[in-house]
């Protein structure tokens, strides 16, 4: 309240005169400098209409406190200037225990600033220092990456395509000269169905003539470029993964197939 009252008498002496400003016109200004204060502190605040209310609620607390002084108490008043010493509490979230707060994310307490919500609820012993540059960088990074995200999304690269809307289609006949509106028939979403090629003989041959995975899979993409499929794509790990699958089916096959004959010795060969 005294830096209102310094705001009201310096608004008096730049209007110069006698007539008192207008509360809305000193809120205004005490609330763009708390929350100024507020931003400092990287706490996130309530909005600037729930501020204006909270300053002319007090206001008017204090205006009734003066109008009945004489006939109040002398314990009222020491409790009005124990709550005056209270913080007047701006922060967006109001949990007693932060780390179990389930507001949103904005507005929720950053980790490094709840300790000094903390103390600035109870005992007020911290003060806030110099600017943290690495904290600064980093969060102004971010907002930086938040404005590209917006512009792109806003941008015409994200407009919607006009040929696949469903606009009305006019229609005039012949016989009169009335305009019908009839809707179009309702676009049917496109299926895109994803095609996985079994590269069983590309593996084979690809192990018959030493060929990598890498010199296979540009081939073999290359080939497919030129026949104009677009919806395939062969890569390397891809064509890797498949050589193995067929490396082994071979292998296990050969061993079923493979026939050693063996001899079985009954008794012991005497020199």
């Given at each position: 309240?005294?830096?209102?009252?310094?705001v009201?008498?310096?608004?008096?002496?730049?209007?110069n005169?006698?007539?008192?400003?207008?509360?809305n016109?000193?809120?205004?200004?005490?609330?763009?400098?708390?929350?100024?204060?507020?931003?400092?502190?990287?706490?996130?605040?309530?909005?600037?209409?729930?501020?204006?209310?909270?300053?002319?609620?007090?206001?008017?607390?204090?205006?009734?406190?003066?109008?009945?002084?004489k006939?109040?108490?002398?314990?009222?008043?020491?409790?009005?200037?124990?709550?005056?010493?209270?913080?007047?509490?701006?922060?967006?979230?109001?949990?007693?225990?932060?780390?179990?707060?389930?507001?949103?994310?904005?507005?929720?307490?950053?980790?490094?600033e709840?300790?000094?919500?903390?103390?600035?609820r109870?005992?007020?012993?911290?003060?806030?220092g110099t600017?943290?540059?690495?904290?600064?960088?980093?969060?102004?990074?971010?907002?930086?990456?938040?404005?590209?995200?917006?512009?792109?999304?806003?941008?015409?690269?994200?407009?919607?395509?006009?040929?696949?809307?469903?606009?009305?289609?006019?229609?005039?006949?012949?016989?009169?000269?009335?305009?019908?509106?009839?809707?179009?028939?309702?676009?049917?979403?496109?299926?895109?169905?994803?095609?996985?090629?079994?590269?069983?003989?590309?593996?084979?041959?690809?192990?018959?003539?030493?060929?990598?995975?890498?010199?296979?899979?540009a081939?073999?993409?290359?080939?497919?470029?030129?026949?104009?499929?677009n919806?395939?794509?062969?890569?390397?790990?891809?064509?890797?993964?498949?050589?193995?699958?067929?490396?082994?089916?071979?292998?296990?096959?050969?061993?079923?197939?493979?026939?050693?004959?063996?001899?079985?010795?009954?008794?012991?060969?005497?020199?």
């Amino acid at each position: 309240m005294k830096y209102y009252n310094l705001v009201r008498h310096q608004l008096k002496l730049e209007n110069n005169s006698k007539k008192e400003p207008s509360i809305n016109e000193i809120s205004e200004i005490v609330s763009s400098k708390v929350e100024c204060l507020w931003r400092k502190a990287s706490i996130p605040t309530v909005s600037h209409n729930r501020v204006m209310q909270l300053i002319k609620s007090y206001h008017a607390k204090c205006k009734n406190l003066l109008k009945s002084l004489k006939r109040l108490s002398e314990e009222k008043i020491q409790d009005f200037h124990r709550n005056s010493e209270k913080l007047f509490d701006l922060s967006s979230c109001k949990c007693k225990d932060l780390e179990l707060c389930k507001c949103s994310k904005d507005q929720k307490i950053p980790k490094e600033e709840r300790a000094f919500l903390i103390d600035q609820r109870t005992e007020r012993k911290m003060i806030m220092g110099t600017v943290d540059l690495l904290t600064s960088k980093r969060k102004r990074k971010l907002s930086d990456r938040k404005i590209k995200l917006k512009t792109y999304y806003d941008s015409s690269v994200c407009e919607p395509d006009p040929s696949r809307e469903n606009p009305n289609t006019l229609i005039t006949s012949e016989s009169s000269d009335e305009k019908q509106f009839v809707p179009s028939s309702p676009l049917k979403p496109v299926s895109k169905k994803r095609t996985i090629a079994s590269l069983k003989n590309l593996s084979t041959i690809c192990d018959r003539y030493g060929i990598s995975d890498r010199a296979a899979a540009a081939v073999a993409s290359a080939v497919f470029q030129d026949a104009k499929i677009n919806n395939e794509v062969i890569d390397k790990s891809k064509l890797r993964r498949a050589r193995q699958k067929y490396e082994k089916k071979h292998y296990l096959k050969a061993i079923k197939t493979l026939y050693l004959p063996y001899f079985k010795m009954d008794e012991k060969i005497k020199p």
